[in-house]
């Protein structure tokens, strides 16, 4: 077997590419590949056309993929501009260290979700009625630029009123908080996403709804030509994206046009009341609008644009700001407010993250700090939302801590990925155990209240009882047992409880310990001896 080759006298500004290849290897020496490496760098998420990436990747495939590599080999295939890049995905110095464990978590409720057929697909016009119910699909993006996607996720879909939430903030972006709020509220309406009414200012209660994001199409660049305000929003959205352009649904277009008649009266309504900018062309500001909903993405896009929302208005594939973070944070608190059509408090209320829905199925989920998630499912609930998009957002906050208010109370079944799990156990035994060694019986209760494992062990496979009885706290023990914590767990020396108070000389441990230890056995039940026949 071909031994790892070690690197002599590493220049020091290069000394974490001898770390990177001797970790791609193991203890016993197994030879580093070409295809290993491509095969790390998925497993930590980015894809093969991950632009930060792009040569390095392409130098790895194109080796052959049996070759070993030797140390200079694998430092020669690492772009001089991607040096940065590489390390942090294959040190795991990432948003999400252990990508590949989240995504089977995501796999698995992307799964479970597929059962849910109730619904029906929207039928106001023919294009989004004739869409196959059963199209799904899922994309991941996060922070440091992870991806993951599943299901149909090549196929393209109108983004519909998911379009809202861009066009606040690049609006947003062309002019301040108040020149933007002196023309639209920020209110739920507790009212239809269409409803022919305005809040008591006589302004769209919100950018979420109709009213409120024909306003918004009003803001942006409105003495420019409509065929150039056209393309600058697409190019907004193209960044957004990390570089892939969005397409466009003529068929749609047309077809919202025709059937606008209630957004026609909207705009109508909103002008009889003052509502819009001096000189506002309703005809091309509701021509916009229908344009903007009429995009269509697929959800490796939208994800990478929830994701450029999650970053606070930076692209984690291009590292390029595309809107101000203040836009961002204000366009968040909407979406988390108002996102959800008529079910947008019970979303806030149960789901707890900032999202946006749209009637042809999309759903886009931004968790702040982490990743943003694209769903596309054409089936809709009474309120308009994506069936399976809904119950995708119910089973994730289950699962992960990403409610908003999540870090509020200690629930131990909730994973954060952010921090890894060797991470996890090892605060979790570490509290424990020094909470048990100082005798603190207030942080021990805390911990015995969240559900927190209290025959956990560390890495030398001590808990907390051996702590509690090597220096001698007697109540820290009594708490533990009452807690019903193991009596007799063996660290790596074989060492119970009991051997280490003795060893101590911790006497009223020891007549604890096996007080409890006999208690136990009197407790269990006695087997029936069978009597002679």
Known sequence: MTAIEPIASPDPGQAWIARLYRSLGSESGTPVRACDVVERFKEAGFPDDDPRLRSTLLNFRQAPSDEV??????????????????????????????????????????????????????SYIPQLARVDEEKYALGLCTISGQQLSLGDDQDHYCVQSTCKPINYAVARDLADRDTVHHHVGREPSGRSFNELMLNPQGLPHNPMINAGAIMCSSLINPQTPLADRFDFIMDKW?????????????????????????????????????????NTNLA????????????????????????????????????????????VKDCLSLMYSCGMYDFSGEYAFTVGIPAKSGVSGALMLVVPGVCGIAIWSPRLDRCGNSVRGVSFSQKLVKKFAFHSYANMVEDHSLINPTVSEVVRTADASGYLCAAAASGDLSELRRLIATGADISRSDYDGRTALHLAACEGQVEAARLLIGAGCDLEPRDRWGNTPLDDAKREKRYDIVALLRSEALDKRNAAPKKRVASAA
């Open 238 to 278: 193209q960044q957004l994206a990390g570089g892939r352009r969005p397409a466009f649904d003529n068929a749609v277009y047309l077809s919202e046009k025709a059937t606008a008649d209630r957004n026609f009266a909207l705009a109508y309504f909103m002008r009889e009341n003052n509502a819009f900018p001096a």
């Open 284 to 327: 091309e500001t509701l021509d916009f609008y229908f344009q903007c909903c009429s995009m269509t993405v697929d959800v490796r896009q939208m994800a990478v644009i929830a994701a450029t929302l999650a970053n606070g208005g930076i692209c984690p594939v291009t590292n390029q700001r595309v809107l101000r973070s203040e836009t």
């Open 69 to 122: 590599l030797t140390a200079e080999s694998f430092a020669g295939k690492i772009a001089p501009d991607e040096m940065s890049m590489v390390q942090r995905a294959l040190s795991g110095a990432l948003v999400i260290p252990d990508f590949q464990g989240f995504g089977e978590h995501v796999r698995a409720m992307f799964e479970e979700c597929r059962e849910e057929r109730s619904g029906q697909v929207a």
